[in-house]
């Protein structure tokens, strides 16, 4: 089972800063990568897939690159609405079942 | 636009049964792959089960095997998950959500949630 470990744990910013969110796979995910925003009482929003595509509707502000074990997600300028927990999750090749990290915690400084 | 309702959460005591819907439209139900994620109270998110788009095809995650049966309905557009054998550690909000494609892996909608909760 591969595990998805994501750091850190929580990153304090203020708006108009830069963030960087890492997760790393126990073993190669090749490029099956997804990461998800989730605001408090909400549903999760798919924000990228395949490590690096952006989901429709999703603003360019953020971008996902990484291979193999270690990837990042980065949100180049941070917007007030931002500030949420953010997932990563793997698919396994086949069957195609996700596994999802323990997510990262984007707060207000 | 895609929308997905889930309905059928409440309070359970430990060992009973409890099955949770998903009314799905705006979309070809039919032709997409389908899961239930929950997550406990302040927790992540921890995937459940997966169902092809013809039902053919059902997966599970460890914590559950045995114990739920994901289903689906196309007539009705319709998604099920019929859990047994409840306990306290199932206590969750489970969402109903959409795979990206059949079977991409990625989900790219969420119902709004239906809490469970095991508790005597």
């Known amino acids: 089972e591969i595990v998805l470990t994501q750091s850190p744990a929580t990153l304090s910013l203020s708006p108009g800063e830069r963030a960087t969110l890492s997760c790393r796979a126990s073993?190669?995910?090749?490029?099956?990568l997804a990461w998800y925003q989730q605001k408090p009482g909400q549903a999760p929003r798919l924000l990228i897939y395949?490590?690096?595509n952006r989901a429709p509707g999703i603003p360019a502000r953020f971008s996902g690159s990484g291979s193999g074990p270690d990837f990042t997600l980065t949100i180049s300028s941070l917007e007030p609405e931002d500030f949420a927990v953010y997932y990563c999750?793997?698919?396994?090749?086949?069957?195609?079942?996700?596994?999802f990290g323990g997510g990262t915690k984007v707060e207000i400084k | 636009q895609v929308q997905l309702v889930d309905s059928g959460g409440g309070v359970v005591q430990p060992g009973r049964s409890l099955r949770l819907s998903c009314a799905a439209s705006?979309?070809?139900?039919?032709?997409?792959?389908m899961h239930w994620v929950r997550q406990a109270p302040g927790k992540g998110l921890e995937w459940v089960a997966v169902?092809?788009?013809?039902?053919?095809?059902?997966y599970y995650a460890d914590s559950v095997k045995g114990r739920f049966t994901i289903s689906r309905d196309n007539s009705k557009n319709t998604l099920f998950l019929q859990m047994h054998s409840l306990k306290a550690e199932d206590t969750a909000v489970y969402y109903c959500?959409?795979?990206?494609?059949?079977?991409?892996?990625?989900?790219?909608?969420w119902g709004q949630g239906t809490l469970v909760t095991v508790s005597s």
């Open positions: 999750q793997q698919r396994s090749y086949w069957p195609p079942t996700p596994t």
């Open positions: 959500a959409k795979d990206r494609r059949d079977s991409s892996g990625y989900i790219d909608s």
């Open positions: 169902i092809s788009y013809d039902g053919n095809s059902k």
């Open positions: 073993q190669s995910v090749n490029n099956y």
């Open positions: 705006g979309f070809s139900f039919s032709t997409y792959g």
């Open positions: 395949d490590a690096s």
